[in-house]
């Protein structure tokens, strides 16, 4: 049986700062600026978070389908490492503001960057395994990363939402069945130890990351005899920054493929780079890198009539990785076309400095485990008012009231 995505959603967010406006504020080196490969990065308003994100990536999708069809959506797995309540699932807020069947598994998934294949595979292996034909699981990823001021950390720091219709009839791409690579073991690279620190070793979690890549792929060819690491038409990968995509790709090229520089840099301008272009303008975004890579490739890559193979991999610290394959056409392109990320893009907001600084205190006063608070408008609501959007509008006694801009 086929599986994969029919249809995706995408939120970017409505406010936008340019890095290198960041890198000048903080005094940081222009040269090792530049080999983040990085150019904006969204910054949540006061009255967005993890459920906003998620609901206002996965609300096109579902007003694309017909009443019978929201009815077998039969799941919703909500991927996200910036939770808001160590019990209550975000998936429980995200299922009511989208008025899914009460006939539905709902589910959180937790696991650094990782958490969003592992939730795609969950959905995956509900559809083939066919006990309910037919039936639909929504995958949605969404993540704040904390900003980590007055570090090369802080320009890749993002923010957005993907969602993932999941089913038999994957018209915009089909994940290839039982071809996949886990590799993991524990590890200190990255954590958060509480609610308002975010901390690891950074050279750890790119040594951490090449092992992964490298055994995950590894694992994938015991289970694909015969492919090569340059055998995929795209890569599609984790991309906390472009540059550190970059330098994965590189390694993988020297060890498995052997070429000459010049090569390898040919082939990643080919295969890996339309899949760097939405993140570099969006940041980090954690569960969701690899697919925000994905739509970046579906978007931006060349298609023609025949099918394209693209390699996909996925890390989350602590560790776990996969090295798993799709096939995209001609006619996912069409289909990605209509989300118009580019545009969505070019719309936000272009921070300053000083609306940046107070957006960070502000989003202080809505953390993880207020019991009762109301973000400040700051006139910021004027980004969102009259789109359909999701907002925060208060936490009361711990739980958080949404309404619709």
């Known amino acids: 049986m086929r599986a994969g995505i029919e249809d995706m959603g995408v939120y970017v967010g409505r406010a936008a700062l340019d890095v290198n406006v960041l890198a000048t504020a903080r005094g940081l080196d222009v040269q090792r600026m530049q080999n983040l490969l990085m150019r904006e990065k969204t910054v949540a308003l006061p009255f967005e978070d993890a459920v906003t994100f998620a609901v206002n990536a996965a609300k096109p999708v ?70 309910s034909p037919g039936a639909k699981s929504l995958v949605i990823t969404t993540d704040m990363a904390r900003p980590i001021p007055h570090t090369y950390a802080e320009p890749s720091q993002g923010a957005a939402g993907v969602a993932m219709l999941i089913g038999d009839q994957p018209l915009l791409v089909e994940i290839e069945k039982g071809l996949s690579g886990c590799y993991g073991f524990e590890v200190m690279d990255s954590c958060r130890p509480t609610p308002d620190i975010e901390t690891g070793d950074a050279d750890l979690s790119l040594l951490t990351y090449l092992e992964c890549m490298e055994n995950s792929f590894l694992a994938y060819q015991r289970k694909a005899p015969g492919t090569s690491f ?129 957006l960070l205190e502000t989003q202080q006063r809505l953390r993880f485990g207020v019991r009762d608070a109301e973000p400040e408008s700051l006139d910021w609501e004027r980004l969102m008012r009259g789109r359909g959007l999701l907002v925060l509008d208060r936490i009361k006694d711990y739980h958080r009231e949404y309404r619709w801009a």
Do not use: W
């Open 230 to 358: 340059g055998s995929f038409d795209y890569l599609a990968v984790h991309t906390p920054f472009g540059g550190m995509a970059k330098g994965a790709h590189r390694t993988m090229m020297r060890k498995f493929e052997r070429v000459a520089p010049a090569l390898v840099e040919q082939d990643f301008l080919r295969r890996l780079e339309p899949s760097l272009r939405f993140c570099a303008r969006v940041g980090n975004i954690y569960s969701g890198t690899v697919f925000l890579a994905l739509a970046g490739i579906l978007a931006l890559g060349r298609f023609d009539d025949a099918p394209k193979r693209v390699g996909l991999f996925s890390y989350g610290s602590g560790c776990c990785s996969e090295f798993y394959s799709a096939v995209a056409t001609a006619a996912s392109q069409r289909a990605i076309a209509r989300l118009d990320i580019g545009a969505h893009l070019d719309a936000r907001h272009a921070l300053s400095m000083a609306e940046y600084e107070r």
């Open 62 to 131: 579902i007003d694309r389908l017909g009443p019978q069809q929201r009815e077998r959506i039969e799941q919703l797995i909500v991927a996200s490492e910036s939770g808001v309540d160590f019990g209550k699932p975000l998936s429980t807020y995200v299922h009511q503001a989208l008025g899914l069947s009460r006939n539905c598994r709902t589910f959180e998934v937790k696991h650094a960057c990782y958490g969003g294949t592992a939730a795609l595979q969950s959905a995956l292996a509900h559809a083939h395994a066919g006990l």
